[in-house]
């Protein structure tokens, strides 16, 4: 029962670098969501998906993208890596109005 | 806008302490509150949760209770051990719209010494 699979784990980019952070889920949920977590903050939403083939901005968009082809997969896409986007990532699902299921995360350093 | 306080760690206690760690909210409707812990390496999970007022979230000897009058929802354990050291999250959820907006606190990290 693999639940919520992120990779990779971790990861360190030059600044102008680009990458995606791939994002799997099992449980077949149509809600999928990406935050990152800076040191001493709570978790910032970055882009959500409801479902396959729509995705949509959260608080901290800017610098990311996100594309929703099946219900499975919800890549996060970094096209010119910067150093204020050192952070630690994590993906979650859901089903509607019940709780997120989060992965174990990717540490991303750029440098 | 909506938004969670939490108070400040690190929380550091003996293993068998009593522990609370406080957690205030504000928002316009009646959110579902939830407490989220997160081990060294992992992920947040979920570790309890109340959707209406006075709902008693609990899991693990953790309990949680949804106080709308003081607009709170306090984390509490009787008797906290070594496995307990985490950092602890409260969030509040509510629906904006299309999708389901989890707010998060700032998250408060305990430590358990023998």
């Known amino acids: 029962n693999a639940g919520v699979t992120q990779t990779p784990k971790f990861r360190i980019l030059k600044i102008g670098q680009s990458m995606t952070l791939q994002c799997t889920q099992d449980m077949n949920h149509n809600y999928m969501y990406w935050y990152r977590q800076d040191p001493g903050m709570g978790l910032k939403l970055i882009y959500y998906s409801v479902g396959a083939g729509i995705t949509d901005k959260g608080e901290v968009p800017n610098g990311y993208n996100v594309s929703r082809s099946t219900t499975e997969d919800f890549p996060l896409r970094l096209e010119l890596a910067a150093p204020s986007q050192t952070s630690v990532y994590f993906c979650?699902?859901?089903?509607?109005?019940?709780?997120?299921?989060f992965g174990d995360g990717t540490r991303l350093s750029i440098l | 806008g909506d938004s969670v306080t939490q108070m400040e760690g690190p929380v550091t206690l003996s293993e068998e302490a009593f522990l609370t760690i406080n957690c205030t909210y504000t928002?316009?409707?009646?959110?579902?509150l939830f407490w989220y812990v997160q081990y060294p390496g992992e992920g947040l999970q979920l570790l309890l949760k109340a959707t209406k007022a006075d709902d008693k979230g609990s899991n693990k000897g953790f309990e949680a209770t949804y106080r709308k009058e003081t607009t709170s929802f306090h984390l509490e354990k009787g008797s906290v051990q070594v496995s307990d050291s985490a950092v602890y999250f409260c969030?509040?959820?509510?629906?904006?719209?299309?999708?389901?907006?989890?707010?998060f606190g700032a998250g408060t990290r305990l430590a358990v010494h023998p």
């Open positions: 979650a699902s859901s089903t509607w109005n019940q709780p997120q299921h």
């Open positions: 969030a509040l959820n509510e629906w904006a719209g299309g999708y389901n907006k989890l707010i």
């Open positions: 928002a316009t409707g009646y959110p579902s």
